[in-house]
């Protein structure tokens, strides 16, 4: 069992947002007895080939607090994601909130604020954000109290949010048939993203785990809610005892065969800022595109 403070008596109300484009899976959780409300990784449209931004998906979320009349309280980050781009600063202008993150961040920031040449102007101390959260750290949305996981290996900045009965897992797990997420990128670590996982599936069996993305293996209809039980029973990576090195060995083989997500560029310039989309010396959004870099 886990030495973290939960609480599985505790049931949020969740709603998911599913996000084709990209196949994220967006969050808003809402604290029973309250109008408090965070959301969990939200998502910027973008047109890559046209250098479009828009925010559909993000108006979605915002219409929906507004219409229940809810107060969003924080804007939560899992990490500096790879797939997508995150929307917490056009959230946050029309609901407020705080966007927080895992204190690690400074290290994704260290790391590509060299890959994408970045200048001096560039803050590497997580500045961006309103919150920046180590392991165990714990936050209040109303009612409710939260705690951030910290669960290294995918990035080093990964967190898994638990909020009751309810653990928000980014992308260091995926659905039992999808299994985990690839550990290749820059400060990625096969090894230890097993051992993240093992801290999950600690949490009570039936604790309900929340996907940040999922891809409909074998032609299966999109899912995002399962349990700890579930995982540790039926992951096709890590479950059934899987060992370490038995991980270790299929997600390094797995990881040479992949090609590098279609919006790994955009997407980590915004998030790394916390949404913000870089700026030229005059001061037009602008972003780059290191040849070779990755």
């Not at 653990?167 to 260091?172: L, Q």
């Not at 992951?235 to 090195?245: A, F, L, P, Q, R």
Request: charged share 20%; with cysteine.
């Amino acid at each position: 069992m886990t030495d973290y403070p939960v609480s599985m008596e505790t049931h949020p109300q969740v709603q998911a947002f599913f996000d084709e484009a990209t196949n994220t899976i967006s969050y808003i959780v809402k604290d029973p007895t309250s109008t408090a409300c965070a959301i969990i990784d939200s998502v910027m449209d973008i047109d890559y080939a046209a250098g479009r931004i828009t925010f559909d998906h993000a108006d979605e979320l915002i219409r929906c607090i507004k219409d229940q009349g809810l107060t969003l309280e924080w804007i939560i980050e899992t990490h500096v994601h790879a797939d997508h781009l995150s929307a917490a600063p056009y959230i946050q202008q029309e609901l407020g909130g705080k966007i927080g993150v895992g204190s690690k961040i400074t290290v994704v920031q260290d790391t590509f604020g060299k890959v994408f040449n970045e200048g001096t102007e560039f803050q590497r101390d997580g500045s961006q954000f309103d919150a920046l959260f180590g392991d165990g750290d714990t936050y209040n949305i109303g009612n409710l109290q939260a705690f951030a996981m910290s669960t290294p290996g995918h990035t080093p900045a990964c967190m898994v949010h638990v909020i009751g009965n309810a653990s928000f897992v980014g992308d260091t797990l995926f659905m039992p048939d999808g299994g985990s997420a690839r550990a290749d990128f820059p400060g990625g670590d096969a090894g230890v993203l097993y051992d993240s996982i093992q801290k999950v599936l600690s949490l009570p069996d039936q604790m309900r785990l929340f996907m940040c993305h999922d891809y409909g293996p074998n032609g299966r209809d999109i899912a995002w809610e399962t349990t700890v039980a579930e995982e540790k029973a039926h992951n096709i990576h890590v479950g059934g005892g899987k060992t370490k090195e038995e991980f270790v060995k299929y997600r390094t083989e797995r990881d040479a065969q992949l090609s590098m997500p279609k919006l790994i560029i955009p997407s980590l310039q915004v998030n790394m800022r916390a949404g913000e989309v870089p700026k030229d010396h005059d001061g037009n959004p602008m972003l780059k595109v290191p040849v070779n870099g990755l």
